[in-house]
């Protein structure tokens, strides 16, 4: 299916030269645009993804902790039970079970708990995009059969119970989250210009935050054709070229910033960012975005949830160390460390009307 | 001041001579119009709440439901009663408000005075309060055995409580469940300056005069013209209709009398399928009703405008949810969008949206939930703007070929009621209603638009009484230049105001609508015509005993 050019596309240059004070393009541009309507870690777990089984969920794990805290198993059975009645008895033990003087919460101090060497995966598939040209040693894309696929994110997540998903279902924690809050935070938009949006050729892609949140529409989803105003703050404005190939965009890899809001993504930061979005019958795209992102900011957005995220079942000092050591972003001169990892993550949208989709362009021309 | 004698309307009485009105040569008499009781509306009794004792005063809870009759619940008011249940809501109702009214938020600036002691009982107090809200509530100066019975009740409560607001609250509950309260009872008495005629006494004229032009009951100004008989002269009445409609509150009866006309009370069960509209949410059905009547209010009052426009103007109010709706970007400056405002919003020249025909509230009310009614929305079309009566189908139709939508063969509407149309038994009313709803097809039942029909283009050509069009604009223009369209809202209009259809009134409705396109079709002007005439008020009752002092 072809990108369609919207028929508003004269209502939205007028409003565009109304709102910004400068001329439409003098050729006739066709935009389309979307607002994100599902974004998530990209999981594809099948049996083969971790081969040593998954890691412990939280009533293991609470064991495991409070046993290397020196608790018998008569006092961890107790607060197992008193934790059920109250939901607090084991709540500060857990999260101050680390083991440096001033440094015993382990959610803000992860590197005070020992390393319980979660398990990761293992497994032939990923979703995701081959970040470093090598074909050797990453995974392969389940949808393009790319070779070399760069996710070590999904690696580091993907035998955490509840990441070991595989669409349609999605992991438990962003699913809930992003359910929960997406319509409370600045929307992600996505426009796409070109000559001929029918047509495959070279097109402009902007990647912006809206000053507006998604609403929500009668099934409780993202509500389409709503409209959003650009966030004239640049930090979130990513211009960058891509092209449509069989229908299929994509971008030249590029850097994106999005601010975010902490309990869902705390921002998206990518290097060397990489796009692949299919439109659907519907009009909705879907796909995958991915590139080399901060890995502990992916800690960060979920250690502080505190103790919610240990009670999912994700040991969070387990996931500091297997993101530490998964890294494979590029060395950071200054301190010799790999501060960035390979991620990929399933981005879903849904046609939208943005005020100002040209200001994008311009500024790429300028 | 004298009280007078009251009875409630009953049906058959002596019909007045149609032809020529004593009072004023320029009015014809308006046939045998009656006093009437009617139920106050849900509308009505938020509205009185508020403005008796303020907007946080929550009213919440159900009400019992009015019935449509004749096209209007203005009608449907004076034909029903109150059930069991329904007593029992407005119980509730009347308790959760009196308790608010005496709790100790409000009790400081809603009752005019302070008691002695908040656990005694104090009479003087007590008096005040209940004859203030009293009058509001009733709509005229409680009378003495009334007054005397509720201050009764408030003292007995209150000593039994040892809590002087309580006996307010419960004396205060007593009478928002009374009938005076929840009716509107007119009272016909002796017209003095026409002998052997009847007309509404001066507290039925305000209230008719103040729920006709603000949905609500009569202000204190309104009920002191009423007091001091300023209300029974020429000079009085026409003094207290222009205060009245040029008040910000006139946007309140008109919506009021627009959002009854439309049928709006039918978006309470209204219901389409969420996997077909995602768009068409809770809050959608809401503000589609809410963007006609803010189109009306606005064209019609604050823009001046010809009522025949309503069916052509390009101007409207969205907000970013129905502009999803519309598939229309809705740029609203407020931050993070939140809350959502109302932004004017006109559409292009050549835009097939235009005039409140395609208004999503029109076309989705209309409809069946998984999908469009040509002929619903012909029937509407013709019953609501043209008063015309459209029969109801007969009961063994086979409606097999129009409910198919996945009819292969027939894709568009237009076509399975042509199918459809082959039984002689249904050509007749289909031939009425289908060529005005089939200019509609081009919005689906929640109103979104589309130029296909399960990949077939559709065709919204059709015809008004013979006069042919291409679209939904070419259908607005028809309507907007068919002269029965006027017609028919002064005819609703009237209808509405005096809760009753005119018989034998002929004449005073062509009064009526002549004058209105003498008023360039100004709806506010229309109002206050009726407002101020004299016919407005006078009723076919026989007063028996008193004369009205």
């Known amino acids: 299916m072809a990108f369609r050019a919207k028929t508003t596309l004269s209502v939205l240059s007028t409003l565009a030269v109304a709102a910004m004070g400068f001329a439409a393009p003098a050729s006739a541009l066709q935009t389309k645009s979307y607002v994100v309507s599902f974004f998530h870690i990209a999981t594809h777990s099948d049996r083969d993804a971790c081969p040593h089984g998954l890691n412990p969920e939280h009533v293991e794990l609470w064991t495991r902790s409070l046993k290397g805290l020196g608790y018998s198993q008569k006092d961890i059975d107790e607060l197992l039970i008193s934790q059920r009645k109250n939901g607090k008895a084991i709540q500060e033990i857990v999260r101050d079970r680390g083991l440096k003087p001033g440094q015993e919460n382990i959610f803000a101090y992860p590197f005070s708990a020992p390393d319980p060497n979660l398990h990761t995966v293992e497994g032939r598939y990923s979703y995701g995009f081959n970040l470093d040209g090598k074909t050797d040693g990453g995974f392969e894309d389940p949808d393009t059969h790319e070779q070399g696929v760069d996710n070590n994110l999904y690696k580091a997540f993907g035998c955490l119970r509840p990441y070991h998903v595989s669409l349609p279902d999605r992991p438990q924690y962003e699913n809930n989250a992003w359910l929960v809050l997406a319509s409370a935070m600045p929307a992600w938009l996505l426009s796409v210009s070109g000559d001929d949006l029918t047509k495959d050729g070279p097109v402009t892609v902007t990647i912006a935050r809206a000053l507006e949140h998604t609403m929500q529409d009668a099934r409780g989803q993202t509500l389409a054709d709503s409209t959003f105003r650009i966030d004239p703050n640049p930090r979130s404005h990513n211009v960058m070229r891509g092209a449509l190939n069989g229908g299929t965009l994509s971008i030249e890899p590029t850097d994106i910033f999005l601010e975010a809001e902490p309990h869902i993504i705390s921002k998206l930061h990518l290097l060397q960012a990489h796009l692949r979005l299919t439109p659907k019958p519907d009009g909705n795209l879907e796909g995958y975005i991915g590139g080399y992102t901060p890995w502990f900011e992916e800690y960060w957005a979920h250690a502080s949830n505190g103790f919610d995220a240990e009670e999912s079942g994700i040991d969070m000092p387990g996931l500091y160390y297997a993101l530490q050591r998964l890294a494979d972003g590029p060395v950071d001169p200054k301190t010799g460390e790999r501060n960035f990892i390979s991620a990929t993550w399933r981005i879903e949208l849904v046609p939208a009307i943005v005020a100002d989709p040209h200001n994008a362009l311009a500024e790429l021309r300028r | ?549």
């Open chain 2, 1 to 549: 001041m004298k009280r007078f004698l009251h009875y409630l309307t009953i049906a058959g009485v002596a019909a007045l001579p149609s032809a020529g009105y004593p009072g004023n040569t320029a009015e014809p008499a308006p046939g045998d119009a009656v006093a009437v009781t009617r139920r106050i509306t849900e509308g009505q009794y938020r509205n009185i709440i508020a403005d008796v004792f303020g907007t946080d005063i929550t009213v919440g809870g159900r009400f019992e439901p009015d019935i449509r009759d004749q096209g209007l619940l203005g009608i449907g008011t004076s034909r029903v009663s109150i059930s069991e249940t329904g007593f029992e809501q407005y119980r509730d109702l009347a308790l959760t408000v009196a308790a608010q009214v005496t709790d100790a938020q409000h009790r400081g600036s809603l009752i005019p005075c302070t008691p002695g002691s908040p656990k005694a009982w104090d009479d003087a107090c007590a008096t005040k309060f209940i004859q203030g809200a009293g009058r509001l509530l009733y709509r005229r100066p409680l009378d003495q055995a009334e007054l005397a019975t509720l201050v009764g009740i408030a003292q007995k409560s209150a000593t039994q409580l040892n809590d002087f607001y309580a006996g307010v609250e419960v004396s205060l509950a007593s009478m928002l469940v009374s009938p005076q309260f929840l009716f509107r009872k007119e009272v016909a008495v002796a017209d003095p300056a026409h002998p052997g005629r009847a007309r509404l006494d001066a507290y039925s004229r305000a209230a008719r005069l103040s729920f006709f032009l603000w949905n609500t009951a009569p202000d204190n100004m309104l009920l002191t013209a009423a007091e001091n008989g300023s209300l029974n002269t020429t000079a009085g009445l026409s003094k207290q209709v222009d205060r009245m409609i040029g008040s910000g509150r006139m946007s309140g009866g008109v919506r009021a009398f627009f959002a009854d006309m439309l049928g709006f009370d039918e978006f309470s069960t209204l219901a389409k399928d969420p996997a077909i509209y995602p768009k068409y949410s809770f809050k959608a059905a809401m503000d589609v009703q809410e963007q006609t009547l803010r189109t009306i209010t606005d064209h019609l009052l604050a823009q001046r405008g010809d009522y025949r426009d309503l069916f052509t103007t390009r101007k409207t109010f969205l907000t970013r949810s129905l502009g999803a709706l519309y598939g229309v970007a809705v740029v609203d400056d407020v931050a993070n969008g939140l809350p959502a405002r109302w932004v004017p919003y006109e559409y292009a020249e050549g835009d097939p949206r235009a005039g409140i025909l395609t208004h999503a509230s029109f076309v989705s009310l209309h409809s069946h939930p998984g999908r469009s009614s040509p002929t619903l929305r012909g029937k509407a079309f013709r019953e609501t703007f043209l008063c015309q009566r459209v029969p109801d189908p007969p009961v063994n139709v086979d409606f097999t070929v129009v409910q198919n939508t996945d009819n292969p063969i027939f894709k568009t509407a237009r076509e399975r009621l042509t199918a459809h149309r082959t039984s002689p038994t249904c050509a007749g009313c289909h031939k009425i209603t289908d060529p005005i709803g089939l200019a509609l097809e081009n919005f689906d039942s929640a109103g979104g638009y589309r130029t296909l029909e399960n990949g077939a283009p559709i065709d919204t050509s059709g015809e008004l009484n013979g006069k042919p069009f291409a679209d939904s604009v070419g259908l607005g223009r028809a309507i907007r230049d068919n002269p029965e369209a006027p017609n028919c809202l002064v005819t609703r209009i009237y209808s509405y105001a005096a809760g009753q259809t005119t018989k034998n009134g002929k004449d005073w409705i062509a009064y009526l609508q002549a004058g209105f396109a003498a008023d360039g079709y100004r709806v506010p002007a229309l109002m206050r015509r009726i407002a101020v005439s004299d016919a407005f008020y006078s009723v076919a009752d026989t007063p028996v005993e008193e004369t009205e002092q």
